[in-house]
């Protein structure tokens, strides 16, 4: 696998889209190439930024926005 | 929950905080966020009896993402309003984050918030909602191959932006 390939395939890489041998492909090339490992580093690090609002906190106003939805249509409330 | 699935209270109780981080992530800010969340669940509510047991977050990432969608439409027949300039008491508190992250993660929300809105739903529920491009595919009602090619594109045009931001 050259460089150009590597390039192309990161992405389903990263999001798991790829059959196990491809990659095996890819990380070997990682290893021998540090500028794609670069690239490979600044791509994950970007998905992990993105996914991170996933641990920030509800705002407490939305909680209260949903509470207050729910208790009006909690039939046994 | 019966045969697995689930009440609405239950969905808004267990399920808001992922609602909110997907809602997040495609509005870029608290205040729209919520609103969302508010409309997702009310759509939520009435779409209950169509949902099949399977993929419960995929199928609430797609509501709240087609509530952002009609939003977006709605906005381009409108002009837009700017937000009042006391907005800030209603955003949330970075408690937990540390200042550096949370600069760079505001960083990484504005560059998601250049992205066309169809990129911008692609990698966000590739992202955050954690599916996969097949399941993405279903959820929008598009061809895999479509979905592939936003969110490749999509990450190469955030990896230009951030690149060029940085140096």
């Known amino acids: ?77 | 929950m019966t045969d697995g699935v689930p009440t609405w209270e239950e969905i808004a109780r267990d399920h808001g905080r992922f609602l909110y981080a997907v809602a997040y992530r495609l509005a870029g800010n608290a205040e729209d966020a919520q609103d969302l969340v508010q409309d997702a669940l009310l759509r939520i509510r009435r779409g209950l009896e169509t949902y099949r047991p399977g993929s419960l977050q995929g199928w609430l990432a797609r509501i709240v993402t087609n509530v952002f969608l009609d939003d977006v439409r709605r906005r381009r027949r409108r002009p837009t309003v700017a937000l009042p300039p006391d907005h800030e008491h209603r955003l949330p508190p970075a408690a937990a984050a540390d200042a550096a992250s949370e600069a760079l993660s505001e960083e990484v929300q504005r560059a998601l918030d250049s992205l066309p809105p169809d990129f911008r739903v692609a990698v966000v529920l590739c992202d955050v909602a954690d599916l996969g491009y097949d399941e993405i595919a279903g959820q929008l009602g598009v061809p895999v191959g479509t979905v592939r090619s936003r969110i490749h594109r999509g990450r190469r045009m955030l990896r230009e932006m951030l690149s060029g931001a940085e140096t």
């Open chain 1, 1 to 77: 696998m050259d460089c150009d390939d590597a390039i192309h395939k990161i992405y389903g890489f990263l999001d798991g889209e790829l059959t196990v041998w491809r990659r095996r492909e890819i990380l070997r090339h990682l290893d021998e190439c540090p500028p794609c490992a670069q690239g490979y580093d600044f791509e994950m690090e970007l998905r992990q930024v993105i996914a991170m609002k996933c641990r920030d906190e509800v705002p407490p106003e939305l909680k209260r926005r949903i509470a207050e939805a729910l208790g009006y249509t909690s039939p046994e409330a």
